[in-house]
T-cell receptor
Framework: EAQVTQNPRYLITVTGKKLTVTCSQN?????MSWYRQDPGLGLRQIYY???????DKGDVPEGYKVSRKEKRNFPLILESPSPNQTSLYFC??????????????FGPGTRLTVL | EDKVVQSPLSLVVHEGDTVTLNCSYE??????LLWYKQEKKAPTFLFML????IEKKSGRLSSILDKKELFSILNITATQTGDSAVYLC??????????FGKGTRLHILP
């Protein structure tokens, strides 16, 4: 089954404790992206990657890191989480469709709470 | 600064009504506009629009893009309670970034 998986689905942590949210897709997609979703603010892109070893900042990259060592995986790293990073996080992937990126397939989401 | 604005932010209608959701954008190097539906989980894809004036249709849903006036509309006819969701508009712009609007929360009353 074609899918994007994220782990963990729920996480409660404390300020300053490093964490990683994993994302994996089995569709051989080139494009992968991380978003956070907050009430009233919609989905905002954190980081994205167009292929292995190619990453770029989205609109809200501060406090986050990513890596793309393999095509299927795109982990999101919070080196020192703070309460303002409490949010719902989505990973998504898509393939190239001519000159544009095709529809994104979203993971199930990770609800992160930082105390 | 690139931006995507959706309106209205919230809408309540009765079952059977027709609704029109709006998405306007100011995005450098526009490539495509996509609509997604989000219920209590991850967004799911509805339409992708790249050319002006070509309507895309899927059942009771349809969408069209106007690249001159920089907007798109999503129409839902004969609404059903199952159409209740947040509808998201996203635009792919410069440097392969994707910008989402804040969404329209649609509630269908039985």
């Amino acid at each position: 089954e074609a899918q994007v998986t994220q782990n963990p689905r729920y996480l409660i942590t404390v300020t300053g404790k490093k964490l990683t949210v994993t994302c994996s897709q089995n569709m051989n997609h080139e494009y992968m992206s991380w978003y956070r979703q907050d009430p009233g603010l919609g989905l905002r892109q954190i980081y994205y990657s167009m292929n292995v070893e190619v990453t770029d900042k989205g609109d809200v990259p501060e406090g986050y890191k990513v890596s793309r060592k393999e095509k299927r995986n795109f982990p999101l790293i919070l080196e020192s989480p703070s309460p303002n990073q409490t949010s719902l996080y989505f990973c998504a992937s898509s393939s190239l469709d001519g000159p544009t990126w095709d529809e994104q397939f979203f993971g199930p989401g990770t609800r992160l709470t930082v105390l | 600064e690139d931006k995507v604005v959706q309106s209205p932010l919230s809408l309540v209608v009765h079952e059977g009504d027709t609704v029109t959701l709006n998405c306007s954008y100011e995005v450098t190097n526009f490539r495509s506009l996509l609509w997604y539906k989000q219920e209590k989980k991850a967004p799911t894809f509805l339409f992708m629009l790249t050319s002006s004036g070509i309507e895309k249709k899927s059942g009771r849903l349809s969408s069209i893009l106007d690249k001159k006036e920089l907007f798109s509309i999503l129409n839902i006819t004969a609404t059903q309670t199952g159409d209740s969701a947040v509808y998201l508009c996203a635009v792919e712009g410069r440097d392969d970034k994707i910008i989402f609007g804040k969404g329209t929360r649609l509630h269908i009353l039985p």
